[in-house]
């Protein structure tokens, strides 16, 4: 299966590479991606509710207007961008990070919350949980403070997961989705599992375009 993703915000060059470099390793057997910038008129940081609305709103058009040649399309972010708003209207699928992450974690009988970058992030991310339906099975989110420069700092964000996973835990979560499409997790033991929405995503892809 050979996916077109687009990332919610403009990025430089090096950090577009990054990501692309990212979805490279976590793509199983079978799944590659090819990554794009949205462009200059796009946010460069999701850190209010305007630039997110602005971010959805690029996604759309974005992949309305993805090429051809791909078998699905993905927003890079977890937030799902355009993923409800497109629907059926593609003649490919529209894959979300986040619908397919926590419908894995809900099907498979775990309780689900998560951390986020920043509270406008974690509006968002409550907003959409509850627009699938899944609100009573979602314990919450916990905001991390950290800048935009700490998604490409896996140290910085690594650390300041302790607390917050702890919190989560003591709310009931098993499942703790990570709030960003461009960090990487360092898993670690703990009283529950913080889990990589984009590695579990496109595991679901590939298992699905194994047996489909």
């Known amino acids: 299966m050979r996916l077109f993703a687009v990332t919610p915000i403009h990025v430089t060059d090096t950090?577009?590479?990054?990501r692309q470099a990212r979805y490279r390793r976590l793509c199983p057997p079978g799944v590659?991606?090819?990554?794009?910038?949205?462009?200059?008129?796009?946010?460069?940081?999701?850190?209010?509710?305007?630039?997110?609305?602005?971010?959805e709103e690029l996604m759309?058009?974005?992949?309305?207007?993805?090429p051809s040649g791909y078998?699905?399309?993905?927003?890079?972010?977890?937030?799902?961008?355009?993923v409800t708003a497109l629907g059926d209207d593609r003649p490919v699928p529209v894959f979300g990070i986040l619908r397919l992450s926590i419908g894995y974690a809900l099907a498979t009988g775990r309780r689900v919350g998560a951390v986020t970058r920043n509270r406008?992030?974690?509006?968002a991310l409550v907003a959409q949980v509850g627009a699938y339906g899944w609100a009573d099975h979602f314990v919450g989110v916990r905001v991390?403070?950290?800048?935009?420069?700490?998604?490409?700092?896996?140290?910085?964000?690594?650390?300041?997961?302790?607390?917050?996973?702890d919190e989560l835990a003591e709310r009931g979560a098993d499942w703790i989705v990570n709030g960003?499409?461009?960090?990487?997790?360092?898993?670690?033991a703990g009283r529950a599992r913080v889990v990589d929405p984009v590695e579990t995503a496109l595991r679901l892809v590939g298992a699905a375009e194994v047996t489909g």
């Open 60 to 66: 759309v058009a974005a992949l309305r207007d993805a």
């Open 120 to 123: 406008a992030i974690a509006d």
């Open 144 to 165: 991390l403070d950290l800048d935009f420069d700490a998604i490409a700092d896996d140290e910085r964000w690594n650390a300041a997961l302790g607390g917050a996973v």
């Open 15 to 18: 950090e577009l590479a990054r």
């Open 71 to 82: 078998d699905g399309l993905l927003p890079d972010c977890v937030l799902d961008p355009a």
């Open 180 to 188: 960003c499409s461009a960090v990487e997790v360092v898993a670690a």
């Open 32 to 55: 590659t991606l090819d990554l794009v910038d949205i462009g200059a008129d796009a946010p460069t940081a999701m850190d209010t509710a305007a630039q997110i609305e602005a971010a």
